[in-house]
């Protein structure tokens, strides 16, 4: 099936009118206003407008100790609290040389790859809802209350855990925790089996993404984009096994790479990385070893003069977080380079001349939390 | 008793009351069913989403529509600044209108019915068209320009679909033989077997082994007319027009209040009319399908009898309804191309098609 | 070809759907019909602080260091002390917290040495904002002693006070008090 593009005839300034996508969404994307000029049908020019939910991370960054920063990680891209925090608390032991046991380290992968299915779960739902689906975003969220039970057993939060500790986790896990996780694996199994007949294979859905959207590998590179939209367009670069963090060179996963650039190939994308997260938290349930799970911290911690970097892969891309300290408490400098910032940076190439309900689906499967961008 | 009746509805009194009777009967239904198909939507979507549904209000939500209705009953009618007010007033009596006038031809029963025409399926087409124009005039009047794209969006919509539509009912008329609601009904009598929507492969009305049916595409002309029954009264997998909203509203975003509650109604009323169509035309209408043991006509059983098939009517209409509220909480929408290239480069030369092949199978036996 | 091959399985797809649809919508509802049905709160949950009570002694660790105040992110505790006459140590007086401000991030119970603090299992707070700005957790602490019937403990005359019907001054070291499921968790309090 062709899909409508907007051929330039004639006189570039034809008559365009400018409405605006948001500020306020019925979607679950946030407070992004998006500037459209359109002709017609057909977008001539997008221009992402972000700051509306600006709320000065890095600038907290620099009033407050490394430990009081803590909470602050996790609320900067609320669906990945495990996996930002790991970055943050994974740079300043990099840079004070803090020794981590390996069980905080199994600890760290269960509850980061737990969080990295929770968050692909939202985001699937909030896509397909987007489409006028609102029945998979329900059931998306049935198989998130099992995982978000799960951690709040241990953590005590169901969204913004302040759970990692420099040095490890906070508390210890149980043994229900790792049984409540091996049972999960196979459950999620079975539901993935139900999505793929439910919506993957759904001739409806399949037209709303195959083909729309295409971003090519060097649209990627230009932009810096990252995470699914990478590997959507046949780039195989993931933090977890590009730059090795934490143990996850000691298991055993695949990297799903599609190389059709459309917004199905970052669907499938998202949908084998729901799997690869379950390979991982089976085998690590089954390594767990006994022992300590913090490690030992100076009271005051102060990091040496000079820059350390480290990056994790969240389930929009990576995050960098590079900390600048001139060897006081506070940090003089954390900078976060967010996935979704420069994820969304190409919008504005790749929408133009699409209709605006594909568009809409583009920016969907972009996976965007707004307050990841403006932070 | 039923025979003084019969004589007391012969007189010119009789006549008129019982229209009224009628009337009166078929606006309470149509303004029950659309505040109760509400609660049904309602209480289907949060099943299909393995959530309950309203439950608060009344038992098990049932005093829900009321409620929705008093909150919009209380809101101001008001018509934008610079819009054509008698053009803006009239869109919404426009598209309430329709459906209770087609409801006038549907037999509910036996002889349940408030007239009896010739021409009703005609009759009922003809009107279940206007509700396009009322959109088209509701979008128009509302000087809104992202009203009026929606409204030519819808218009070009209903036309697509009306095409296939009006070919598979013309194969159906092509087997039936005639346009009276009741008579089709009829025909479809002496067992499930003979409903319109099996009779097309295998056509034992002859008697005997029977002979191949008229339209050995039944089943297919059914799902024809049910999707374009379903693009015709705008639902979900066709509802671009009104989902819009996500980006820009739909055609009635100017419309406030019991404005907005109008085009509501008239969407469940669409929805009810064009189940009872689909009931009619393929599934044997208030026809039991028992089978030879009650007969074709219901009514020789009594007052019992008719009651029976008022029931299977309702039975029947009712389970096209879930069927529709089923379809929307289980698919997305479709794009807006993708909807007309159903149409166009699909459904239509279908239909085309099973007309052709009806027309044949028809005519073959008389030639031999 | 490629038509009708693709409009064929296109309908089997949609066929697949609503069959798993329609599984689901015979099944239970997954939902907890609150209020007339609660959850169990997990051990761990994170509500707002309070203050624990230690059986031993019969009042609360807290010694008004002022750890916990700094270790806040937020800024949200503000404590007082006094130091009652004949006692080693400081007792608070006055805890006030600014729950508007709190973030529960756990790290004031981290840094508490006395072990005075710890997370409440209130989940279903409502109440306006000037509560919660202010939220007494010394008044709480004497809400919940009373409740169990003991008297609470007053540091401004510490004297009158006896300790509580538990063995007093046993091994006082060995004692940790007991976790929030020792006080009744009050059902409707501001």
Redesign the interface.
């Known amino acids: 099936?062709n899909?409508?593009k907007l051929i330039p005839v004639g006189d570039p300034s034809a008559e365009t009118?400018t409405?605006n996508?948001g500020p306020q969404h019925?979607?679950t994307h946030g407070v992004l206003r998006v500037k459209l000029e359109m002709d017609g049908e057909f977008i001539v020019n997008a221009q992402p407008v972000p700051g509306y939910i600006h709320r000065m991370h890095e600038k907290m960054g620099e009033n407050?100790t490394y430990?009081?920063?803590?909470?602050?990680t996790s609320?900067i891209d609320y669906l990945s609290a495990m996996t930002y925090t790991h970055a943050f608390v994974g740079a300043v032991e990099k840079a004070a040389k803090i020794e981590v046991p390996l069980r905080a380290e199994y600890i760290r992968v269960i509850t980061s790859e737990l969080n990295r299915i929770s968050s692909h779960l939202v985001g699937w739902g909030a896509w397909?809802m987007?489409?006028?689906?609102?029945?998979p975003i329900?059931?998306a969220f049935?198989d998130r209350?099992k995982i978000l039970?799960l951690l709040?057993?241990?953590?005590?939060?169901r969204l913004?855990y302040?759970y990692y500790?420099f040095g490890g986790v906070?508390?210890d896990v149980d043994q229900d925790f790792i049984d409540g996780s091996k049972a999960f694996v196979p459950y999620m199994r079975k539901r993935m089996k139900?999505y793929k007949?439910?919506?993957t294979?759904?001739?409806?859905?399949?037209?709303?993404v195959e083909g729309i959207g295409p971003i090519s590998a060097e649209m990627c590179r230009k932009y810096g984009a990252c995470g699914p939209v990478l590997r959507g367009s046949g780039v195989n670069y993931d933090v977890r096994k590009a730059e090795p963090y934490s143990i996850y060179n000691q298991f055993d996963f695949d990297i799903p790479v599609y190389n059709e650039c459309d917004s199905l190939a970052r669907y499938l994308v998202r949908m084998d990385e729901i799997e690869q997260s379950l390979r991982i938290i089976e085998q690590a349930c089954a390594k767990i070893p006994e022992g300590p799970f913090q490690g030992k911290v100076p009271r005051v911690l102060k990091l040496p003069v000079g820059d350390t970097c480290f990056a994790t892969e969240c389930g929009r891309g990576r995050l960098l977080i590079r900390i600048t300290s001139d060897g006081k408490e506070e940090a003089y400098r954390i900078r976060l380079r967010t996935p979704c910032f420069t994820n969304l940076s190409l919008f504005e190439e790749a929408s133009q001349g699409m209709?605006?309900?594909?568009a809409?689906s583009l920016m969907a499967s972009l996976d965007l939390v707004i307050p990841d961008i403006d932070r | 008793m039923i025979e003084s009746l019969t004589h007391f509805f012969a007189t010119p009194w009789g006549v008129l009351s019982r229209s009224l009777i009628y009337l009166l009967g078929i606006c309470g239904f149509v303004a029950a069913n659309a505040a109760y198909l509400v609660w049904v939507e309602r209480k289907g979507?949060g099943r299909?989403?393995?959530?309950p549904g309203p439950t608060e209000s009344g038992w098990a939500g049932l005093l829900q529509p009321p409620a929705d209705g008093i909150k919009l009953l209380s809101k101001q009618l008001m018509a934008p600044p610079g819009s054509d007010k008698i053009l803006f007033w009239a869109a919404p009596l426009m598209v309430i209108a329709p459906p209770l006038v087609c409801l006038a031809a549907i037999p509910f029963g036996d002889n349940v019915l408030a007239r009896d025409l010739n021409i009703g399926l005609l009759m009922v087409f003809s009107f279940g068209s206007i509700n396009v124009m009322a959109l088209m005039l509701g979008g128009w009047a509302s000087r809104n320009?992202y009203a009026i794209i929606s409204a030519a969006r819808v218009v070009s919509q209903n036309v697509a679909y009306e095409i296939p539509m009006l070919l598979v009912v013309i194969t159906m008329i092509m087997v039936t033989g005639t346009l009276n609601l009741q008579e089709i009904i009829v025909q479809q009598g002496g067992g499930f077997w003979n409903w319109n929507i099996l009779r097309g492969i295998w056509d034992f009305s002859g008697g005997g082994w029977g002979h191949i049916g008229g339209n050995i595409f039944a089943p297919i002309t059914f799902l024809i007319f049910y999707i374009c029954m379903l693009a015709e009264t705008n639902r979900?997998?066709f509802?671009?027009a009104e989902?819009e909203?996500?980006?820009?509203a739909g055609a009635f975003t100017e419309y406030g209040g019991m404005g907005f509650g109008v085009f509501f109604m008239a969407e469940y009323a669409n929805i009810v009319v064009g189940c009872a169509l689909a009931t009619l035309l393929f599934l044997g209408g208030w026809q039991s399908g028992l089978g030879p043991w009650v007969g074709t006509h219901l009514s020789s059983l009594g007052i019992w009898g008719t009651l029976i098939g008022v029931l299977c009517f309702f039975f029947k209409m009712y389970f096209l309804i879930f069927s529709v509220v089923w379809v929307r909480?289980?698919?997305?929408?479709?794009?807006?191309?993708?909807l007309l290239?159903l149409s166009w480069k699909i459904l239509i030369p279908l239909s085309l098609l099973t007309l052709l092949l009806t027309s044949v199978t028809l005519k073959l036996p008389r030639l031999f | 070809m490629n038509l009708v091959t693709?409009t064929f399985?296109?309908?089997l797809?949609?066929l697949?759907?609503l069959t798993?649809?329609i599984k689901?919508f015979f099944s239970p509802t997954?939902t907890t019909h609150y209020p007339h049905q609660t959850l169990t709160i997990?051990?761990?949950?994170?509500g707002h602080i309070e203050l624990k009570w230690n059986e031993e002694t019969g009042k609360p660790n807290c010694t008004a260091c002022n750890l916990c105040a700094k270790?806040?992110?937020?800024d949200c505790i503000v404590l007082d002390g006094i130091k009652p006459a004949g006692e080693k140590g400081k007792t608070v007086t006055s805890y006030k917290l600014d729950y508007t401000l709190c973030?529960?991030?756990?790290?004031c119970i981290?840094a508490c040495p006395f072990d005075a603090i710890q997370?409440s299992n209130r989940y279903n707070l409502a109440s306006l904002p000037n509560q919660w700005a202010n939220m007494d957790l010394v008044q709480r602490y004497k809400d919940q002693v009373t409740r169990v019937g003991k008297t609470p403990y007053d540091p401004y005359a510490p004297a009158a006070v006896a300790a509580p019907a538990a063995s007093p001054a046993a091994e006082p070291a060995a004692a940790i008090p007991s976790p929030s499921s020792s006080l009744p968790a009050p059902s409707s309090q501001p």
């Open positions: 099936m899909i409508p009118f409405i996508l019925p979607a407050r430990a009081q920063y803590l909470p602050n609320r397909i987007d489409l006028g689906g609102f029945t329900l059931y049935d209350e039970d709040e057993a241990i953590t005590g939060s913004t302040c500790r906070c508390d139900m007949k439910l919506v294979g759904n001739i409806i859905f399949r037209k709303r209709m605006l309900a594909d809409i | 979507a299909f989403q393995r959530r320009k979900a997998p509802d671009m989902a909203s996500e980006l820009v909480w289980t698919f997305p929408r479709t794009q807006f191309y993708g290239n | 693709e399985s296109g309908f797809s949609l697949t759907g798993i649809t689901q997954i997990a051990k761990k949950f994170r270790a806040c992110p937020s973030s529960l991030c756990s790290l981290e997370h």
